[in-house]
Structures are given as structure tokens and as C-alpha cells.
């Protein structure tokens, strides 16, 4: 008898590890082919970053302010955006703009891309708003992930005159099982462009005295009864791109059906007719949302959301051009991930990030985004729960408030700060670490779902965590693996502060079985076999 499959090996960067539940788990599949395929697809759904990728820092902010160039050109936008990047972003700059920008607020000088994303605010009881804290800026991943349905195609760069988005502001609702189930049971409903883009976003819990949260496993921002218990270090917002592209279109009228996400979100398989393969784009942004512990009020987007559901964000491809970007894609695949590590980049110091600003705005000039600002959001911005999909609002610039009292952020916002201490409007998914590590010393790390957990309705449940602290882990060398065999797939991942190597290989073993009244049978049968890999990953 032949059953096929999978080993699945583990290999830690320092001390050893014990490989029982792995071995375990490779005896059973000996035994039950759908269990090794189950086991196999549970590996590789776990094993969410890619074998190579970069991280780009952009410690500066060219701005911030009431802009979308791609959503509302030419004209004031309906709420504000915290912009990263080049410096010739404005009311209706185009991605060829940006490349002729004079500086970019990001560590890479080639890349002039914009990048932007809604801020968080805090509503005082009183109606008064400020903008949260933003921290270290924000990190831009370009993931190097290939289509699971092309394995051996080719990651293409962004072409000239690219932009796109993700996510929708007018969202208030998420339709799909909280957290998510295992994607490996996800039905053909939670994969539709429109599940896949909900799950895109993330709102990562942050204590740095606990193991971290998993990325994108929480797709609602907590209320701030659970911020204030349990995410001593802030929140993390997390926003994954579409990466699948139709190979012609730079952009399309709703500026997102010219591209759709891979049937995992961030990794999978592109649909048909989105068979050209781009830089998986993941943001992170943190906000010190700790700052304001005990305070009566709620947070906000920037766009009168309390839920997170309408969390969004915007690319405008900006790279010197799409050569070098390409060239950078094709040889910048240290998993690392380190910028300092792709020969290709000029890198500048934080100090001349925080220098590069776009050239002010007149029409928004007045608008005091950072607050705090009496009168509510800027400007006029009602607060929308949901959970039906948010209405539009008439955008009003700074001296004409008077005009749209009647949707004021002031008053919408008392009423709806009051009510919240009745009954939440988001539920509340409970603290489940992560394995993944930090990646960034401001707090960045893609992390990686371990298990599921459940969640409740109450917006005041508590969560203790563990003291223990998340340390650097040190650089260390490649080795050469101690076995061959069949590796179909690796990928990264860590448990606890220790970061792991994910290896799926396929071997062949020959097991001899006795049968009545029969001579001896052979089985081949594939049953895992461990490596030990040593591979740095620094953790900033």
C-alpha cells in the first residue's frame, strides 16, 4: 500500500527543540492519508511569510491632512490620512509625480511611492478630538510571495502609472466567523474578493511584556475598555494589498477590480484572470493608544468609524523605475528581510526621513488635523457604527462648519460615546499570542496565527498575559541542512521569541508487513523526517 505524504520539520535558531508533537504528528499521518494532507495544509496556511521579502521603514510622514489623490482628485477629501513617501503627493498628484519627487520620508531613496492609510483619533466625552500618537512612522512589507497555482512564475514589479487600494471606508460589519476558522475549512464564500478583502485588515493588540498577537487575526479595532486593560503598548493597524494583478490595467474605476487578493489573503492562489503576480504589500502603523488609559471617550478612524471595519489605505507605485524595482525583486530575497541587506538600496538615516514633507495644501491649510479640535473630527466627520454600510457625507471645509451641523462629528459623537458604555459596538476577541517575532524595534512583526480562539460580546473582558519579555534574537549564519530530501515548501515563523524555520519535505520509506497466509507485503509509505537549519532573522 502507498500513502502519500508530507514530513513536517522545525528547525530553531539556538536552542533545541523538542520535535514530539512534530513526530507525532508524521506517525499519524502513516496511518491516514487525509491526515497528513490535512497536517500539510495546516503547516502551510501556518507558515504565512514569505521566503524572502523586505521591509521598508518610513520613519517620516510628508504629511497629514484631508488628501486622496486616487479617491478624490483634484478636490478635498471627506476625512484624513497620515501620508509616507515622496515628497510631490498633493490634491492630485499622479504616480509619475512621485517619482520626480525631490525626497521620500522612507529609508530606500529609490522608492518615491506614496503610501498612505486613516490615522486613529480619540473623541473626548465632550465631544473634543485629537489625533492619537502616531509611533515610528510605518512599515511597508513588500512580501516576495509567488501564486500557489504558478509556483515556479515569476513576481513582476509594479508597473509605471500604478496605484491601488484596499479595504473600504464605508464598511461597518464583518459577516464571516470570529476570529477566523482555519483557512485550510474556508468554503468558497469566505473567499470571495469581498471576504478576502475584510480579512485584510488587522488590529494588533501590542504588550511587549507578552508573547505578540498573530497578524491580521483580529479584523476590528477593540473598544477602549479593552485597549486600556490589555494593549499596554498600543495598537498595531495592519492592512494587506491585493497581489494579484490583470496584467494590463495601472488602475480601474473603483481603483481595486484591476487587481484581487490570492485565495489566503496575503498567500494562495491568484483567480483566473489575475494571473500576473506582484509584490505582496502588508502596512503596519502603530498609535499609543495607552496614552489615553482611563479617560472618558472612544477611538475613531479618522472617517467616524469606531468598528475598524472601513480601516483602508492607498499605494501610488513611485520606485526610480519599474527596472530597478524589478531588479530589486529578482535579488533582494534575503529572508532576513533587511533593507541593509539588498545591495540595490541607498538607504538614508531616520534624521533625513522625518526632514521630507510635501509642500502645504490650501484648501486644508486651517483644518488643524492633530487637534484638539472642540468641534469633533475634521471637518464635520460623523461618527458611523454600523452595521449597515456607512453613508456619505458632504465634505466642508475649515470656517464653513456651521453649514453641516447636522451631521457634526461634536454631536454624533456624544451620543454615540454614551451609548458605548451601554452595549459594544464591536465584539470582543481574547488575547491569543502569535508565533512570530518582532521585527522592528518600534513594534513591527508580521506574526502568525497559532490558534483559534473564541470571543464574546462583552466589552470590558480582561486578559492576563505572561511576564515574559521579547528579546532580540541574535544574527546568525546560514549552515547547510544535515539531510536531503524532497523540500516542496519552507517558510518562516517563530514560537515565542525564537524564530523557526518551517520545512515541508516529501520522503519515501519502505515498511514491511506481515500478512496471514501471504508472503511479505512492502508499503511505501512518506513519513517525516527532521532538519536543522541555522538561519538569522533579526529582530530589530
Known amino acids: 500500500m502507498t500513502l502519500t505524504g508530507l514530513a513536517v520539520s522545525l528547525v530553531k535558531l539556538d536552542q533545541p527543540y523538542n520535535f514530539q508533537s512534530i513526530k507525532t504528528s508524521c506517525a499519524n499521518m502513516v496511518n491516514n492519508k487525509a491526515s497528513a494532507l490535512s497536517l500539510a495544509v495546516s503547516a502551510l496556511t501556518l507558515a504565512g511569510s514569505a521566503d524572502a521579502f523586505w521591509r521598508l521603514p518610513c520613519r517620516g510622514r510628508t504629511g497629514v491632512g484631508r488628501l486622496d489623490p486616487i479617491m478624490d482628485p483634484g478636490e478635498v477629501s471627506d476625512h484624513v490620512h497620515v501620508i509616507h513617501g515622496g515628497n510631490k503627493f498633493g490634491i492630485d498628484n499622479t504616480p509619475q509625480d512621485l517619482v520626480d519627487s525631490d525626497c ?75 476570529p477566523d476558522n482555519d483557512k485550510s ?42 485597549l486600556d486593560a490589555n494593549c499596554l503598548d498600543g495598537i498595531r493597524l495592519e492592512l494587506m494589498f491585493p497581489s494579484c494583478w490583470n496584467g494590463k490595467d495601472v488602475d480601474s474605476d473603483d481603483h481595486k477590480s484591476h487587481v484581487a487578493f490570492p485565495d489566503l489573503v496575503m498567500s494562495g492562489a491568484c483567480p483566473e484572470g489575475f494571473g500576473t503576480k506582484l509584490p505582496s504589500l502588508f502596512f503596519e502603523t502603530i498609535f499609543n493608544t495607552y496614552a ?80 484638539p ?34 451631521t457634526s462629528t461634536k454631536a454624533s459623537s456624544k451620543a454615540t460615546t454614551s451609548a458605548a458604555s451601554a452595549s459594544a459596538v464591536v465584539p470582543t476577541l481574547s488575547y491569543t499570542p502569535g508565533t512570530s517575532s518582532v521585527t522592528d524595534k518600534y513594534g513591527g512583526g508580521i506574526l502568525l496565527a497559532e490558534t483559534a480562539s473564541s470571543y464574546v460580546q462583552s466589552p470590558t473582558a480582561v486578559v492576563s498575559v505572561s511576564a515574559s519579555t521579547v528579546t532580540a534574537a541574535a544574527s546568525l549564519a546560514d549552515a547547510e541542512t544535515d539531510a536531503a530530501g524532497n523540500i516542496i515548501a519552507t517558510s518562516w515563523y517563530t514560537s515565542g521569541n525564537q524564530v523557526m524555520e518551517m520545512m515541508i519535505e516529501e520522503v519515501d520509506v519502505t515498511v514491511t508487513a506481515t500478512a496471514v497466509e501471504t508472503a511479505n507485503a512492502h508499503a511505501r509509505r512518506h513519513v517525516g523526517k527532521e532538519h536543522r537549519r541555522v538561519r538569522g532573522h533579526p529582530r530589530r
Open 292 to 371: 489615553f488609559k482611563g479617560m472618558d471617550g472612544q477611538f475613531v478612524l479618522s472617517n467616524g468609524d469606531p468598528t475598524g471595519y472601513g480601516y483602508h489605505g492607498d499605494f501610488q507605485m513611485g520606485w526610480d523605475s519599474v527596472d530597478f524595482l524589478q531588479s530589486a525583486v529578482d535579488t533582494c530575497t534575503n529572508a532576513s528581510g533587511e533593507i541593509e541587506d539588498c545591495a540595490l538600496f541607498n538607504i538614508q538615516s531616520e534624521a533625513d526621513q522625518g526632514q521630507c514633507t510635501f509642500a502645504e495644501v490650501d484648501a486644508i491649510k486651517d483644518d488643524n488635523p492633530l487637534g
Open 104 to 178: 521620500t520620508s522612507c529609508a530606500v531613496t529609490q522608492d518615491k511611492s506614496a503610501y498612505w492609510t486613516p490615522p486613529i483619533y480619540f473623541l473626548h466625552s465632550n465631544g473634543t478630538a485629537e489625533m492619537v500618537e502616531q509611533v515610528g512612522g510605518m512599515l511597508a512589507y513588500y512580501l516576495l510571495y509567488t501564486d500557489s497555482a504558478n509556483p515556479d512564475g515569476k513576481i513582476t514589479a509594479f508597473p509605471e502609472g500604478f496605484q491601488m487600494i484596499s479595504g473600504d471606508k464605508r464598511q461597518r460589519s464583518f459577516p464571516y466567523p470570529i
Open 185 to 226: 475549512s474556508w468554503t468558497a464564500d469566505q473567499k470571495t474578493q469581498s471576504a478576502l478583502s475584510q480579512k485584510a485588515l488587522g488590529f494588533n493588540c501590542l504588550n511587549y511584556a507578552a508573547t505578540p498577537e498573530a497578524s491580521l487575526y483580529r479584523h476590528f479595532l477593540p473598544d477602549k475598555d479593552y
Open 373 to 406: 479640535r472642540e468641534d469633533g473630527l475634521p471637518i464635520a466627520v460623523p461618527i458611523q457604527s454600523g452595521p449597515s454600510y456607512a453613508t456619505n457625507y458632504p465634505v466642508v471645509l475649515a470656517g464653513d462648519e456651521t453649514q453641516a451641523a447636522a
